[in-house]
């Protein structure tokens, strides 16, 4: 089944704020986080329904999930 695939205008803008506060404390880790989340992406997209359901965003059709990255950060996506 192919699914239309939507990227907020505001998630580039969020990843590159994210890697600028990680950059911080570890500029390893803000380039793995750069060069990482494109294929994270790549995976969602793939197979959306593997990923858990968000409890913060509860729906009867459970239209929001999350995949974790890098341990702490959460990517939040609408299976449609």
Known sequence: MSRE??????FPKMVEETALFI???SPQNAKQFIEGINP???EIVKNPLIYPKDPNFNSKT?????SLYMRNW???????
Request: hydrophobic share 50%; aromatic share 12%; glycine share 4%.
């Open 62 to 66: 459970g239209l929001y999930r999350f």
């Open 74 to 80: 959460k990517i939040l996506f609408k299976v449609m």
């Open 5 to 10: 695939i939507i990227i907020k205008k505001e």
């Open 40 to 42: 994270k992406l790549d």
């Open 23 to 25: 950059l911080e404390n």
